[in-house]
């Protein structure tokens, strides 16, 4: 069946450092690719999504780029902050069952100052 | 705008007890969905609600979970009897009703202990 794989953490950074958060993928069909966030104390919410093969999906800072031929979509930002303390899941959803998303381990992120 | 909301944040109960877990979608969401994330690993879809019916079950583990969504409004998610591996945070999200479960908005989770 469907998966997300991701790099296990937990990843600690100081500030201003660049992030990368690995996230590959099996899926039998063309999925949609998603990375979503859960701050401390929040509920989960969708930083970021990219729907074909070559897009670039961008929010407060992050990219991460869907690239089929490798099956994976890497979660980077250039410079991190405090603020990005949490956990991170990269997920998709198959473009043949829309209602259920595929999630990965998830990877919780440090920031020190 | 309120979000999701569930019922209680955290739970602690013994092995063998009965648990139920509440979820206050978004006013005129149909669509409301439960998954878990049990031990720290990947958060696992449980089933899907369209109004009050039930979409897909395909991800509820055994017949110990029950879920019900009288009157398509609130849900609750019941473990009887609950055992040490149904530890974990459950969580609820919602959408309108043509919208994919990626664009659902998630609440803050119940954190389940069973000890």
């Known amino acids: 069946g469907d998966s997300v794989t991701q790099m296990e953490g937990p990843v600690t950074l100081s500030e201003e450092a660049f992030l990368t958060i690995n996230c590959t993928y099996t899926?039998?069909?063309?999925?949609?690719l998603f990375w979503y966030v859960q701050y401390p104390g929040e509920g989960l919410q969708l930083l970021l999504k990219?729907?074909?093969?070559?897009d670039k999906g961008s929010n407060k800072g992050f990219e991460a780029t869907y690239r089929k031929e490798t099956t994976s979509f890497h979660l980077e930002k250039g410079s991190v902050q405090v603020s990005d303390s949490a956990v991170y899941f990269c997920?998709?959803?198959?473009?043949?069952?829309?209602?259920?998303?595929?999630f990965g381990p998830g990877t919780s992120l440090s920031v020190i100052p | 705008e309120a979000g999701v909301t569930q019922f209680p944040s955290h739970s602690v109960i013994e092995k063998g007890q009965t648990v139920t877990l509440r979820c206050d979608p978004i006013?005129?969401?149909?669509?409301l969905y439960w998954y878990r994330r049990v031990m720290g690993k990947e958060i696992k879809f449980l089933l899907h609600?369209?109004?009050?019916?039930?979409?897909?079950e395909s991800g509820m583990p055994n017949n110990r979970f029950l879920a019900e969504r009288t009157g398509g409004t609130y849900s609750t998610l019941k473990v009887q009897p609950a055992e040490l591996e149904d530890s974990g945070v459950y969580f609820c999200?919602?959408?309108?009703?043509?919208?994919?479960?990626?664009?659902?908005?998630f609440g803050q989770g119940t954190r389940l202990t069973v000890v």
């Open positions: 609600f369209v109004k009050e019916s039930k979409q897909d």
């Open positions: 990219a729907t074909k093969a070559d």
């Open positions: 999200a919602s959408s309108r009703r043509l919208s994919t479960a990626a664009e659902a908005f």
């Open positions: 997920a998709l959803t198959e473009k043949t069952s829309y209602d259920k998303v595929i």
């Open positions: 006013s005129g969401h149909d669509n």
């Open positions: 899926a039998t069909g063309y999925p949609s």
